[in-house]
């Protein structure tokens, strides 16, 4: 029950399904890139992706300087769902605006 909680606080926001949505079509991107992207300020972001990475539904690596954020390769049956249902809009979301990593 207490996951049906999460995944619905996580998608409760429309900034963290657009974020889950540049994932879902861009695989791997980092904090800058989100907030070049969707014209959102980097204490925003960073904090969004706090809250997604706590509850699981995204995954962080350090390369070099770059924290690059990605979707984990396994989800439970419900956020796959949800996954499934972003990833048809994902489309419509800008082109990633890249840095310079």
């Given at each position: 029950?207490?996951?049906?909680?999460?995944?619905?606080?996580?998608l409760?926001?429309?900034n963290?399904?657009?974020?889950?949505?540049?994932?879902?079509?861009d695989?791997?991107?980092?904090?800058?890139?989100f907030c070049?992207?969707?014209?959102?300020?980097?204490?925003?972001?960073?904090r969004?992706l706090?809250?997604?990475?706590e509850?699981?539904?995204?995954?962080?690596?350090q390369?070099?300087?770059?924290?690059?954020?990605?979707?984990p390769?396994?989800?439970?049956?419900?956020?796959?769902c949800?996954?499934?249902?972003?990833k048809?809009?994902?489309?419509?979301?800008?082109?990633?605006?890249?840095c310079?990593?």
């Amino acid at each position: 029950m207490e996951n049906i909680v999460t995944v619905g606080k996580i998608l409760s926001d429309i900034n963290r399904v657009k974020i889950l949505g540049l994932l879902l079509r861009d695989k791997e991107l980092c904090v800058c890139e989100f907030c070049d992207t969707l014209n959102l300020s980097q204490p925003l972001v960073s904090r969004h992706l706090k809250q997604m990475k706590e509850s699981g539904m995204i995954a962080s690596k350090q390369e070099g300087k770059w924290v690059i954020y990605s979707l984990p390769d396994t989800q439970d049956q419900m956020v796959n769902c949800c996954l499934s249902e972003i990833k048809k809009a994902a489309d419509d979301l800008p082109r990633i605006i890249t840095c310079s990593r």
